[in-house]
């Protein structure tokens, strides 16, 4: 009401709007997910399956879309459904990585189910 600090919110709405509209190279996510999403099984990160013995493996990911970011995981072995825990994992080190500042971020999980040959 008193116009204190006003000129401090264009800069955050700027920084808002960039990172809206940010698209970040598969080269630069290959990096990221090999630093922070394949870790051994002794890093910090949580397990991918709903229950810690699950098969569920992240293959890689890439992103589709922007307005908001929007990220595709692909899974395999398993049954298909990343825990909330996992998921929230993945976009808290997105958010880090490359600075998704004030904007939601989107995670779809595509599941590949290995078909049994009959015969």
Known sequence: MSGQRVDRILPLVRQAYEARHRRIPTAQLNDFFERAIDQP???TAPSAGK???SRLKVQYLTQVGIRPP?????TSGG???L???YERYL????????DFFATPLRVIEKHKNK????G
């Open 70 to 74: 929007t990220f595709v995981v692909f």
């Open 41 to 43: 099984r002794g890093g």
């Open 83 to 85: 825990h909330f825990s």
């Open 79 to 81: 049954k298909p459904g």
């Open 51 to 53: 229950s810690g013995y």
């Open 115 to 118: 078909k049994r040959k009959e």
């Open 91 to 98: 976009l808290n080190r997105l958010r880090e990585a490359f």
